[in-house]
């Protein structure tokens, strides 16, 4: 399985719903990431796991925040957003190779849409 | 300060053309790492490469070839005999070896749509 699989693709909230992005991937990589892509923007990192553990948090607003149940499922938990927040958000993870790289493997993205 | 610069911010050419990406970077680091990804209009980012710093070969998989030259901080992107499936924005991005932890975090450019036309 060389697939990371975020869930939904799609999600629509309004600024005082509380919902879930989920990520999960089952590659055995110890890394998993977080980043928001705003259209015809790159993408832009928000958080990184490394074994479980938080390792960096890219001063992301509270409203978002990521948890890491185990070392295959990342979620991402929303709560009293803004419309600015609407964006393409994405998974990935990764494992360092022979050459000491980290190549990140991405999920589909989870649409989100705040109104 | 770690830069990726893709100056051409939208492409056009007709199929089979072949069409050149730019991609020049910053970095302090002697040790870091190159990529190439493709996004459809799908969304999902897809890896195409990864270049080590310190080696300097160029890679061809396909219609598909890099140009890696340290003496100008590129990392240029050949497509050869494009064809209408390669429409997509495609994103050059810098990592360095962080030591103790390399995190992985990846720094890109602002990509750039390439529309190939039948």
């Known amino acids: 399985d060389t697939e990371v699989t975020q869930t939904p693709k799609h999600l629509v909230m309004g600024m005082t719903n509380k919902k879930s992005l989920k990520c999960e991937q089952h590659?055995?990589?110890?890394?998993m990431y977080w980043y928001k892509q705003k259209a015809k923007k790159p993408p832009e990192l928000m958080f990184v796991?490394?074994?479980?553990?938080?390792?960096i948090n890219e001063s992301v607003p509270s409203r978002f925040s990521p948890e890491c149940p185990n070392s295959s499922l990342l979620n991402l938990h929303l709560h009293a957003l803004q419309p600015e927040d609407s964006a393409l958000y994405l998974c990935?993870?990764?494992?360092?190779?022979?050459?000491?790289?980290?190549?990140?493997?991405f999920g589909a993205g989870s649409r989100l849409t705040v109104l | 300060a770690q830069k990726v610069t893709q100056a051409q911010t939208e492409i056009s050419v007709v199929e089979k053309e072949d069409v050149t990406l730019d991609c020049v970077y910053e970095?302090?680091?002697?040790?870091?790492?190159l990529f190439w990804y493709k996004q459809p209009p799908s969304g999902e980012l897809v890896f195409l490469i990864r270049?080590?710093?310190?080696?300097?070969q160029n890679e061809i998989s396909g219609r598909y070839s890099w140009n890696f030259q340290k003496s100008t901080s590129s990392f240029n992107f050949t497509i050869t005999a494009s064809q209408v499936v390669d429409s997509a924005v495609y994103f050059c991005?810098?990592?360095?070896?962080?030591?103790?932890?390399?995190?992985?975090?990846?720094?890109f450019g602002q990509g750039t749509t390439l529309q190939v036309k039948p």
């Open positions: 270049r080590n710093s310190f080696d300097e």
């Open positions: 796991y490394s074994y479980e553990k938080l390792s």
């Open positions: 590659m055995g990589h110890r890394a």
């Open positions: 991005a810098l990592s360095e070896a962080e030591i103790p932890s390399n995190t992985g975090k990846l720094i």
């Open positions: 990935a993870s990764s494992q360092e190779d022979s050459s000491g790289a980290n190549v990140l493997t």
């Open positions: 970095t302090r680091d002697t040790t870091y790492y």
